[in-house]
């Protein structure tokens, strides 16, 4: 994956702490779990134990299809989690 969509996915939950419209969270769903699908995928091989394992759990958290319904309050924390995390260890993401 092209480190400028991790970059774009980051952003992206950054934004999301802003009062938006319902289909910028329907959006950034899709691109969010699909980059942390990814990174769980790229890193399942390594021996890093741990970080697949936080990819995972955010890519079912994002999970667009099965959706989980939590109040805005509680998506903002994990919004900017998600993104730290993400730019912490993109070169695990990146080709």
Same mark, same amino acid.
């Given at each position: 994956?092209?480190?400028?969509?991790?970059?774009?996915?980051?952003?992206?939950?950054?934004?999301?702490?802003?009062?938006?419209?319902?289909?910028?969270?329907?959006?950034?769903?899709?691109?969010?779990?699909?980059?942390?699908?990814?990174?769980?995928?790229?890193?399942?091989?390594? %021996?890093? &134990?741990?970080? !697949? +394992?936080?990819?995972?759990?955010? *890519?079912? @958290?994002?999970?667009?299809?099965?959706? /989980?319904?939590?109040? %805005?309050? &509680?998506?903002? !924390? +994990?919004?900017?989690?998600?993104? *730290?995390? @993400?730019?912490?260890?993109?070169?695990? /993401?990146?080709?």
């Amino acid at each position: 994956m092209p480190v400028q969509v991790i970059y774009i996915t980051a952003l992206l939950l950054f934004i999301a702490v802003l009062p938006l419209p319902a289909e910028f969270y329907n959006l950034l769903k899709i691109v969010a779990a699909g980059t942390f699908a990814w990174g769980a995928y790229r890193n399942f091989g390594k %021996k890093i &134990f741990l970080l !697949p +394992i936080v990819y995972t759990l955010f *890519a079912i @958290l994002y999970n667009p299809i099965m959706e /989980i319904n939590l109040a %805005k309050e &509680f998506w903002i !924390p +994990i919004d900017l989690i998600a993104a *730290a995390v @993400l730019l912490a260890t993109k070169n695990h /993401i990146a080709e």
